[in-house]
């Protein structure tokens, strides 16, 4: 099932890069657009006039909110699409942008997909709208994650600071203490697998959103953008601090092969074989949801670091923004504000197991001092919401973030595969992202 | 049958005729009718069986079980709760009887698709069989060259061009390119070239017969076995058709089973994931079981049809 998975995203990621990426910048030189010269008025009386808009998304909680909101502006019709999932969204996203018609007015896009559409002058600078006056509702990383290039493309809905998750039960068992540093994370691995061979400390067969965010929290900036300008660079000290610990786990066998999100390995943060996970803040309710059975096993704890000093980074997340097709980004872009900042949207966000990026929830008390029962009582979001005041800044992704995950695969991932230096997979991601850059358009440096 | 043939001759009498054959009768004589068996080809026609049917076994096991019984009991046998109907019921009913919806529109295209293509391919087949006029060589040269083309290089292209006409996100763009069959037009040329012999339209002209008359009366029915044929190689190529909906289509309510069906395996990934394997494992049983009863019922005139011709009658 996953390899059929696996080779479906592959054979997707090559089409959509085959035609259509190439109108990534197309776009740019015509990008003459209507758009422009808005202003916070406007939203309100959109609202009031209102109309029709399409609205794509794959978030579970997406429907309760539409239908929130159609409540309180009846005069508003929002058609609710689930495109697909992720990479499945963007490349339909790509298609549509790349075709001249066919977007929805708002789309869910995840943080490192948004410099690609946003350069590709696909999404309407909601600063023109007064947006930009809502900086301060929002933590600081995700409010960087959606400003690319001096423009606001778009308004934050989750974040994802990482955190480590970890099976307390299978801990225990073998007397193994919450690891603080890396050094200390890769002992526990040692030992665990030692202890019992069908058991690791964490399963990781070659994840792009994991790695760069892994990198990140490590100190490495290996992507850096100036206009078209762009550099790709594994070579700092950042990045091979990560890959000096990460190396240790993939060439000593000490991770789980199972792939992630496959039906293995759900079981496996079920059954205990694999123990831990360093994973975004999102992770609860996955696992209150699709690992019921498992209740009362798992707790959080700090993200491990190299020095002691308590640092993170963002893991996933995403938000929404409006699209330059829309014949009415006005009304879009109102209803963006309450989807993204409505305190009634937000509740039902909540509800449905997301976590924040709105500093008020992350400041609530009641929401920093929840006891989760599926955690056995701990206050998991004193864990979380403090990761969240301690992701670094400074990073940025790439503008083609989406094609270069697609090919992680067949570059890192081999290291992982054949228990090599993670290093070498990386200078083959590396040259074959400066390649494509330049092929895209862009100066790319290494 | 054939195996108990010989020794019910020889026991006609009570006692072998032929001392000579009695002793030979051991070692059993190879005939067309029982050919030599090899411990080689069996084996790797067992290997063969085996790899063909432990997904299948593995499906209709796992579709009996819940969603965190999946992941806690051993794929190739049963787990404790036997909860196939139920999975069938919420699979029917999960998201407002969603897969009804994608079953329809599968069954939609399946019939005005391969329906269409079939239609096409043996309209198109037969004429360059039958009939001469200019041009015949270069069809065929672009009907040869288009059989090497696959479909999934094309689909891009044919969104593109689709999108200029403002097709895409509707059932057209999935039904119009569904309709060409080259290799479906090919067979049926080949086929028609000597299962319709042109003494038999020449008769049926001499009588009077307009050539529509002629082709639905006579040759339709000579061709039955090449036009199932046909059916069923574009019924299961529609059927199965992936990668053209995934890009044509934006809006789940056109989606056929096979995109609809990835979207749910979608769903357990990444931030805020809703794993429903159960379902998706229902699902894929539900969708083949069409396939399954389509090639069974319609493989007899398959059968028939890949022997005709064969042998000069």
């Not at chain 1, 073998?174 to 890396?182: C, L, Q």
């Not at chain 1, 992701?391 to 790439?398: F, I, K, Q, T």
């Not at chain 2, 995109?259 to 794993?275: D, F, H």
């Amino acid at each position: 099932m996953t390899i059929a998975r696996t080779a479906a995203r592959r054979t997707l990621a090559v089409a959509a890069t085959a035609a259509l990426a190439v109108g990534a910048l197309a776009a740019c030189s015509t990008g003459a657009d209507a758009t422009g010269g808005g202003s916070p008025d406007d939203l309100d009386a959109a609202l009031e006039a209102g109309g029709e808009l399409t609205y794509w998304s794959w978030t579970p909680s997406a429907e309760a909110q539409v239908a929130a909101f159609e409540e309180a502006y009846p005069n508003v019709d929002v058609e609710l699409v689930n495109a697909g999932t992720n990479t499945e969204e963007y490349t339909k996203l790509q298609n549509a942008i790349k075709a001249g018609s066919g977007a929805p007015d708002v789309v869910q896009i995840e943080y490192y997909a948004m410099p690609q559409f946003a350069l590709a002058d696909a999404l309407v600078d909601l600063g023109e709208y007064g947006l930009d006056e809502l900086e301060d509702q929002y933590s600081a990383s995700t409010w960087g994650s959606v400003n690319v290039d001096g423009k606001l493309v778009g308004l934050p809905q989750d974040s994802g600071p990482m955190a480590l998750f970890y099976n307390k039960t299978v801990f225990d068992q073998y007397g193994i203490a919450v690891p603080t540093t890396w050094d200390e994370y890769v002992d526990a691995a040692r030992r665990l697998h030692a202890a019992d061979p069908t058991k690791y400390i964490t399963s990781d067969t070659g994840d792009a959103g994991f790695a760069t965010s892994m990198i990140w929290q490590a100190g490495g900036r290996p992507f850096e953008i100036d206009g078209t300008d762009v550099t790709v660079s594994f070579q700092d000290e950042g990045t091979e601090k990560w890959t000096g610990v990460w190396n240790q786990l993939v060439e000593e066998d000490l991770l789980s092969t199972t792939p992630g999100w496959s039906d293995e390995w759900f079981k496996g943060l079920a059954d205990g074989s694999i123990a831990s996970l360093p994973i975004g803040a999102w992770m609860p309710g996955v696992l209150e949801s699709s690992v019921a059975d498992a209740a009362g096993d798992w707790r959080v704890a700090p993200l491990p670091t190299y020095d002691g000093t308590a640092v993170t980074a963002e893991h996933g997340g995403g938000g929404q923004s409006v699209v330059k097709q829309s014949e009415n980004p006005a009304l879009a872009a109102a209803f963006l504000r309450w989807l993204n900042s409505d305190p009634a949207s937000i509740d039902v966000f909540l509800e449905s197991g997301g976590f924040p990026s709105t500093t008020a929830d992350l400041e609530d008390p009641e929401f920093v001092g929840l006891e989760s029962e599926y955690f056995g009582g701990q206050k998991i979001n004193e864990v979380l919401t403090q990761a969240s005041k301690d992701v670094a800044s400074g990073w940025s992704y790439l503008p083609y973030q989406v094609y270069a995950n697609s090919i992680f695969g067949d570059t890192v991932g081999q290291s992982y595969a054949n228990k090599a230096d993670l290093n070498e997979g990386l200078a083959d991601w590396q040259s074959q992202l400066v390649e494509y850059g330049n092929e895209q358009g862009f100066t790319v440096g290494e | 049958m054939s195996a108990t043939l010989a020794p019910e001759v020889r026991s006609v009498d009570g006692r072998s005729a032929d001392p000579a054959s009695a002793r030979r009768s051991p070692r059993r004589p190879h005939s067309p009718l029982r050919p030599r068996k090899s411990v080689a080809f069996t084996l790797l026609m067992s290997i063969f069986i085996l790899y063909s049917l432990v997904p299948l076994a593995w499906l209709v096991i796992n579709a009996t079980k819940t969603q965190s019984g999946l992941f806690s009991s051993f794929g190739l046998w049963f787990d404790d709760e036997f909860v196939l109907f139920q999975n069938i019921w919420e699979t029917l009913t999960y998201r407002d009887g969603i897969f009804l919806r994608w079953f329809g529109n599968t069954l939609l295209y399946v019939v005005l698709g391969a329906g269409g293509a079939t239609l096409l391919a043996t309209l198109a087949g037969y004429g360059l069989a039958k009939f001469r006029f200019a041009g015949r060589r270069a069809v065929f040269a672009v009907v040869l060259g288009a059989i090497a083309v696959p479909g999934t290089a094309l689909a891009v292209p044919t969104f593109l061009l689709f999108s200029q006409l403002g097709l895409t996100n509707t059932p057209w763009a999935i039904i119009i390119p569904s309709l060409i069959s080259p290799f479906g037009l090919y067979l049926i040329w080949v086929y028609a070239v000597d299962s319709v012999p042109t003494e038999i339209l020449e008769a049926a002209r001499m009588d009077g017969a307009g050539e529509f008359r002629t082709f639905f009366t006579i040759s339709v029915r000579l061709l039955a076995p090449g036009i199932v044929t046909v059916l069923l190689f574009t019924v299961v190529a529609t059927w199965n058709n992936y990668f053209l909906p995934l890009i044509m289509l934006s809006d789940p309510t056109w989606y056929p089973l096979t995109v609809g069906l990835n979207q749910w395996n979608a769903q357990a990934t990444g931030v805020a994931a809703q794993p429903i394997y159960n379902l998706v494992i229902t699902g894929s049983l539900l969708t083949i079981l069409p396939i399954v009863i389509a090639f069974l019922g319609l493989q007899r005139f398959w059968q028939s049809g890949l022997s005709a011709g064969s042998v000069k009658q």
